[in-house]
């Protein structure tokens, strides 16, 4: 997973939800384009462009082919070339894996997918380091395909619009990427996945598609962890159960949840809306939202129009609307979006600079992408404020050049980010006391020098007043046929926390942990995996060594995959 990190030179601040990584493994397990084509078309990173030129070529055309095709977008040539080279299985329909995760304690996955013709059943249990229960989270979906539309019974989705009241699979990340996912609206009704807790919709979901457009519909209940009190429902979504008061919260609220949604489309439009309701209740106390969201699209050959705006039961409105427009090599997204003081959606999320169930702010997002040749050239800027009696303000912006030539790749890349501190409470730049401000410079150089041998180097900086963060990160990768081992080595010196650095971990398969490094050390680690078929396992260890007290912190894992 690191190598596909590295080539698509996502950023480890940022990175790819649980669902996108679970959407690539199972990709690296799909020969079949009529399967594996919906999957990658809900990925952050791979462009519509790049969709409608994949769905536009014979079925007979192999994924070799494919790749030269010289439309695509490079981070789609690059899946599609991971996707030729680790294909395994393929003509079998049930996958297992297993993993165990342990610093301090250890985490346990169990997981499995199960696939036949027209039926998709998928399982997951889970036990987060603390916690008491071996399965402490189960989730469970059963999805058919019928000749109109879609069931899915169990744990599903909505991805509806743009984020303000039903979820996409990718939230609006700021950032890099952003011009590839905010102009694109939700995928509509999906089995749920993500070992994210209790952020699913658990009951039963449906599509139907018919002459008067395609629609939706989704009923549920689930127990959430949280509390009712006289003016709220507070809910807890990290799914945390090892204190004493995280257990209390555990499956203390009863949800219940209604939608409905409708969707059109014509060659240059597409039109839709969703209207949802939910309710809470744990004793003598309840509560109530509901919400409709219209959202829609209008599309010419350079141009692209889109928005959303949603209205909930407490009679908040929140709008986010922008452009796209693409001339030859030339990309530029613009997008604004207001969300009200403690605006919430059923599932809100949408681009926001603070994650946190109520949203409360404004804000301009404008990138720029060009690529001339073997240049990729990408530039953004966002600026932003939180709407509410004690407003915090802020800017964050980015340069990225990356260059590729056959086997090597370099990208130098520059990101500034300053806003109000959490307490700060004032406008700037009335009080520059109450700002803060990170500076962050990365260089990373990759290349193959055989066939079976890569090497990576990069450095990093960081500077946040008089704090200073520096990193040398070099790796070592050897792949043969069935076997492959990764070598890591990463030396920081960073003198505060608001200088921290952060670089990607040595990442098994359905993994894709990024490191936080707020202190100097030296960091060792490794990773082993083997492959044949229908079986693999592999296992990776680290071990870091802090200079201030010399206390060693070691970290493991161990995953093995069935492909029956």
């Known amino acids: 997973m690191e190598v596909l990190i590295t080539e698509l030179g996502l950023d480890p601040e940022d990175g790819l939800s649980e669902e996108e990584q679970i959407i690539v493994e199972q990709l690296m397990f799909t020969p079949d384009r009529d399967r594996w084509l919906p999957l990658m078309g809900v990925l952050s990173f791979i462009t519509e462009e790049d969709i409608i030129i994949l769905q536009s070529q014979e079925k007979t055309v192999s994924i070799e082919d494919l790749i030269t095709l010289p439309e695509l977008s490079e981070p789609c040539r690059i899946l599609l070339t991971r996707m030729s080279q680790k294909i395994i299985g393929g003509t079998s329909t049930l996958h297992l894996r297993q993993m165990i995760a342990g610093r301090e304690d250890v985490r346990y996955q169990w997981r499995g997918w199960w696939e036949k013709e027209e039926v998709k059943v998928g399982v997951l249990t889970e036990r987060d380091p603390g916690e008491q229960d071996i399965a ?47 102009p694109r609206h939700g995928k509509g009704l999906s089995e749920y996945r993500s070992s994210h807790e209790s952020w699913a919709l658990r009951g039963i979901g449906a599509t139907f598609n018919t002459s008067y457009g395609k629609w ?14 006289s003016n709220n429902v507070h809910l807890d979504y990290t799914g945390n159960h090892n204190t004493e008061s995280s257990v209390a919260r555990k499956n203390s609220v009863r949800e219940i949840t209604f939608s409905g949604m409708w969707e059109t489309s014509g060659k240059e439009w597409y039109l839709g809306a969703i209207n949802s309701v939910a309710g809470w209740e744990e004793g003598r106390f309840k509560d109530y939202l509901g919400a409709f969201s219209v959202f829609g699209e209008w599309t010419t050959s350079n141009s692209k129009l889109f928005g959303e705006i949603c209205k909930n039961s407490k009679n908040n409105i929140a709008v986010t609307t922008g452009v796209s427009l693409k001339y030859n090599h030339l990309q530029y997204v613009t997008a604004l979006r207001h969300y009200p003081d403690d605006f919430r959606g059923i599932r809100s999320n949408p681009m926001a600079e603070w994650t946190r169930t109520a949203l409360s702010e404004s804000g301009l997002y404008q990138g720029l992408r060009f690529s001339p040749g073997a240049f990729r050239i990408t530039v953004y800027g966002d600026i932003f404020t939180e709407n509410n009696t004690t407003p915090r303000v802020g800017y964050e912006g980015g340069l990225r050049i990356g260059w590729r030539q056959k086997q090597y790749k370099v990208r130098l890349q520059w990101k500034q980010e300053e806003k109000t501190l959490e307490d700060g409470g004032h406008w700037f730049p009335e009080n520059p006391q109450s700002r803060i401000r990170r500076e962050t410079i990365k260089i990373l150089a990759v290349g193959d020098l055989t066939s079976i041998w890569t090497l990576k180097g990069q450095v990093v900086k960081t500077i946040s007043g008089d704090e200073n963060g520096n990193a040398i990160e070099s790796q070592i990768r050897y792949k043969q046929k069935n076997l492959s081992f990764t070598g890591q080595w990463i030396v920081s010196h960073v003198s505060g926390y ?3 650095v952060y670089i990607w971990s040595v990442n098994l398969p359905g993994e894709m942990q990024s490191r936080m490094f707020s202190a100097s050390c030296h960091s060792l680690s490794g990773k082993v995996l083997y492959q044949m078929d229908s079986f693999r396992i592999g296992g990776r260890y680290s071990m870091t060594f802090y200079n201030e007290n010399r206390k060693q912190s070691p970290n493991g894992a161990i995953v093995v995959d069935v492909d029956l």
């Open 216 to 229: 939706t519909a989704s009923a549920g209940t689930n127990l959430q962890d949280g509390f009712v009190d």
């Open 136 to 182: 402490d989270y189960v989730s469970i979906y059963v999805k058919r395909l019928t000749k109109n539309g879609i069931l899915v019974f169990g744990d599903h989705q909505i991805h509806a619009g743009y984020g303000l009241s039903m979820w996409r699979v990718f939230p609006g990340q700021k950032g890099f990427e952003s011009l590839n996912v905010l």
């Open 498 to 500: 608001e200088a921290r």
